[in-house]
């Protein structure tokens, strides 16, 4: 398979690229320019655009999906306060819903698999979640003040709406960890359709590589991916 790995610099990210070349697949993965690399030294089947996502031109983008069976996001904020506050506010859904619009535009007579990884403190409305009243006080303040959780609501909503257009030909999954850990190495992990607790008041902890290993799985997997498609599901460390 050839797979897009957008976020492919960040410390989820460069797992996943990783997983993705020891299971045999090819990889294009987009670097910002000065950013660290998903690997130390080339591979042969890894392709690296150094460029911002944000601003590659329509066309530069349709090539990039182009010949793609998935495309893989791991983008997300920087956990600083320039990450948090600072430009672009709309990393993630600006990123999605450009990918869905080349993704549409290039001419694949196929579906092509999208995965967002999101977080579990955002709802998933198609399968009618719910907060609490305390959760939903503070989803709302968190809305108003931390662009990031905003943007990562709002990216899930953008790759739901846009996979349902006519002719999208996207199939897609939202991937929710609880909150993430440096982990080295994949150990057992559960993955739900819902949060099994809360990720305000009493969050669950997952580490990145089982967060890489569980969007990998997904990405090579048929009967993994047939389970969670169009879903949203939420993981933790076991």
């Not at 080349?102 to 998933?124: E, P, Q, V, W």
């Not at 030909?169 to 057992?188: F, K, M, Y």
Request: net charge positive; aromatic share 6%.
């Amino acid at each position: 398979m050839r797979i897009l790995v957008v976020g492919a610099s960040g410390a989820t990210g460069r797992r996943v690229v990783r997983l993705l070349l020891e299971r045999g697949h090819h990889v294009m993965a987009i670097v910002r320019p000065g950013a660290r690399l998903p690997l130390e030294r080339p591979h042969p089947r890894l392709t690296v655009e150094y460029a911002d996502l944000l601003a590659l031109s329509g066309p530069q983008l349709i090539g990039c999906v182009q010949g793609c069976d998935a495309v893989v996001s791991c983008l997300g904020h920087t956990p600083s306060l320039r990450g948090a506050f600072g430009q672009p506010r709309r990393l993630a859904t600006t990123a999605t819903t450009r990918l869905c619009e080349a993704i549409r535009r290039s001419g694949n007579r196929r579906h092509i698999r999208f995965i967002l990884m999101n977080s579990a403190g955002t709802l998933d409305t198609g399968a009618r979640e719910t907060h609490s009243f305390m959760e939903r006080c503070l989803a709302g303040a968190l809305r108003l003040l931390l662009p990031p959780y905003r943007d990562n609501v709002m990216a899930a909503a953008c790759l739901r709406n846009e996979a349902s257009k006519t002719g999208a030909r996207i199939q897609w999954a939202v991937v929710r960890p609880d909150s993430l850990t440096d982990a080295e190495t994949a150990g057992g992990y559960t993955v739900h359709a819902s949060p099994v607790r809360s990720a305000f008041f009493d969050p669950g902890k997952v580490s990145r590589a089982n967060v890489a290993d569980f969007i990998c799985t997904l990405v090579c997997d048929t009967q993994t991916w047939r389970q969670w498609l169009g879903k949203m599901p939420v993981v933790y460390d076991r």
